[in-house]
């Protein structure tokens, strides 16, 4: 989808209809809008707002495609998902996410199936980080649930019950029949008494209600920010877990994940091999982590560690280039040999499979003699 074609990705929901939120939009003078994978948003704004402009934060083609990388950078929180769908102020139709019918069809199925890829979800880009961070965000969202079943004054029930009865008074419900006028005021004959009124109400509203705004909303916002946070992330999670091939299909290939993720993405529902390419990248990610710290001449996370044989950290000695070998170093270069010499193997198969037709008209000598080569060049 990111392609502005659909069912470009490969894998599980990859191809069917363009989700109800892409459309093919107003025309735009701007370059980037014109281009071939913006072709389905609905204005410049919501493009940049998707994540179509970057793969690392930094613009460029998709993460998953091209050349085997050393390693994938972080995903910028521009791009996540989370944000990237969220609007600064909800629309006209007083929608606060992008989507051009139905929010629940934005966060449907086959949507997010669409959606998410390397540039907008760690999950995909970079699994072992995806696992810890929608983990995190999930034990949060929990927490919080937690509270809103109590009861009490100051609990996220009570407070939201609260704000919701403010909203019934009659001075609330003249403050939004203002907001009504001032949201139409650039598209209808609003008269100047009419708008003047308006603006004392939606003014007066503010100054005369600040204490009890001011005290709800900040409890009302701690709250649903951890739900929607909380919610976006699990999304994120239950659509790719219930997608193995179009999950396994997007995550970018690179010199230490070669091995496991080819053999996986081979046969995306055997859970066995999904298991084995997630246990190897968070393998990875620990000694890579633990690397980091040893080069630091650090012994663990912690800002308060004790002495290291009597030596304050600020007088260690920096670490040479010669202490910069590691186990994930190690792994790394064994990994990227692995891959090339797994590339090298399918090359020669593809070139023997190409040559199969052409053998079958050839003699039995000739098969002999070409049986041979194949079985010398594999030694």
């Known amino acids: 989808m990111w392609s502005g074609k659909k069912g470009s990705g490969k894998g599980k929901g990859s191809k069917g209809k363009t989700p109800a939120w892409a459309s093919d939009g107003w025309a735009s003078s701007w370059s980037a809008y014109n281009e071939p994978w913006n072709a389905n ?19 460029g083609k998709d993460d998953g495609k091209g050349k085997t990388k050393e390693y994938v950078p972080r995903l910028e929180g521009r791009y996540a998902l989370a944000k990237a769908v969220l609007r600064p102020y909800a ?5 606060a996410v992008y989507a051009s019918t139905s929010v629940k069809d934005l966060f449907g199925k086959d949507s997010m199936r669409q959606v998410l890829d390397s540039r907008n979800c760690e999950l995909v880009r970079r699994p072992s980080v995806g696992l810890s961070t929608i983990s995190g965000s999930a034990r949060a969202l929990s927490n919080c649930l937690d509270t809103y079943l109590e009861e009490g004054e100051g609990t996220p029930s009570a407070v939201l019950g609260r704000f919701a009865e403010f909203f019934q008074t009659a001075e609330a419900k003249a403050f939004i029949a203002a907001c009504e006028v001032l949201v139409k005021e650039r598209t209808s004959e609003t008269s100047k008494a009419k708008l003047e009124d308006a603006l004392q109400t939606w003014c007066m509203f503010y100054r005369t209600h600040k204490a009890v705004i001011s005290k709800m909303l900040p409890e009302v916002l701690a709250f649903v920010s951890t739900v929607y946070l909380g919610g976006i992330q699990m999304l994120e999670a239950v659509t790719m877990c219930n997608a193995l091939s179009n ?22 529902k ?33 800002d308060d560690e004790e002495e290291a044989w009597g030596v304050k950290m600020s007088k260690r000695p920096a670490p040479s280039s ?19 010499k797994h590339a090298k193997k399918e090359r020669k198969t593809a070139e023997r ?13 000739e098969l002999g003699r070409e049986d041979a080569s194949a079985v010398e060049e594999e030694k």
Not at 91 to 95: L, M, Q, S, Y
Not at 274 to 300: I, N, P, T, V, Y
């Open 41 to 59: 948003r609905e204005s410049p704004q919501e493009s940049y707002a998707w994540g179509s402009w970057g793969s690392d934060g930094k613009g």
């Open 91 to 95: 629309d006209e139709h007083g929608k």
């Open 247 to 268: 999950w396994a299909h997007k995550i970018p290939t690179t010199t230490s994940n070669a091995a496991t993720l080819g053999s996986w993405q081979s046969s995306p």
């Open 270 to 302: 055997d859970l066995g091999l999904m298991k084995k390419f997630l246990m190897e990248s968070l393998r990875q990610r620990h000694e890579d982590s633990a690397g980091w710290h040893r080069k630091g001449l650090q012994g663990g996370d912690s």
């Open 322 to 340: 010669s202490e910069s070998s590691n186990s994930s170093e190690k792994a790394r270069k064994k990994a990227k040999k692995e891959a090339k």
């Open 353 to 365: 499979e190409k040559k199969e037709p052409e053998r079958e008209g050839a003699t039995g000598a």
